[in-house]
């Protein structure tokens, strides 16, 4: 799968988070996932809480929003300014792909909800049942895996949008809305390493019982991280 294509990515994680996992930011993550599916594929990064955002949304051809340890619930600037971002670039049938954060502001911004996890943190790798079918899903899979890490999710998908992906903690884990977004809440661009590290920079705000849950789930098996990779790509180049 090799086709010129120009991806914006978008990365809400704000600087004084970058140093939780040795320096790595989520966007370069980001761009090391998705160019391994696609060698032609030009990224440019940016970091939407220093005020980073494209000049112009016809500059790219499709939109990689990021997650962060921000909630879409602050009313910080430049999460209102990635919403505005998200209009812009849906108005244009830009291609968008959306992960955690990016996946629940998206569901925010075009009327949907938002709130806590009744389970309490979702962290570790979760198995997913495909409970939909898309042609850009190659290679085909019924059931894969992928990690999380968060607190809050989506509880009411937007009008229009398609579920296609669920767990017992989700029952709308991932979903389309019309023919250029796709959203998932899990993280194909975090390595095992990262989930590890976030452990430690949440030590003092996740509950005891939930810990131990979290890092039985951080060992449950390989998360399909490749399979998500690649179905990302195909969507942006669908």
């Not at 075009?110 to 570790?124: H, R």
């Not at 999710?153 to 296609?164: H, K, M, N, W, Y």
């Not at 095992?192 to 920079?201: E, T």
């Not at 939930?210 to 098996?221: F, H, L, V, Y």
């Amino acid at each position: 799968m090799s086709k010129a294509i120009r991806i914006a990515v978008i990365d809400a994680v704000p600087k004084i988070y970058w140093g939780d996992d040795e320096g790595i930011t989520d966007g370069e993550k980001f761009v090391e996932l998705l160019s391994a599916q696609n060698n032609q594929a030009e990224f440019d990064i940016y970091y939407a809480a220093e005020n980073q955002l494209p000049e112009s949304v016809q500059d790219y051809d499709g939109y990689m929003f990021s997650g962060s340890p921000a909630s879409v619930h602050d009313e910080d600037d430049w999460i209102n300014q990635i919403s505005g971002l998200i209009r812009q670039a849906n108005d244009l049938n830009k291609r968008m792909v959306a992960s955690c954060f990016g996946h629940q502001l998206v569901a925010k911004t075009f009327g949907g909800e938002v709130g806590q996890n009744e389970n309490g943190w979702c962290i570790g790798n979760y198995n997913l049942n495909i409970k939909h079918r898309y042609e850009w899903m190659q290679p085909e899979a019924t059931n894969t895996s992928i990690f999380h890490f968060n607190q809050e999710r989506v509880t009411r998908l937007p009008e229009q949008a398609i579920s296609f992906a669920n767990h017992d903690h989700y029952a709308d884990f991932a979903y389309t809305l019309g023919d250029n977004i796709l959203c998932l809440q899990g993280h194909p661009e975090q390595p095992k390493r990262a989930m590890n590290n976030f452990m430690i920079s949440v030590d003092k705000i996740v509950p005891e019982d939930e810990k131990k849950t979290a890092r039985r789930m951080i060992e449950n098996g390989e998360p399909d991280a490749h399979i998500w990779g690649e179905w990302m790509m195909r969507f942006f180049l669908n």
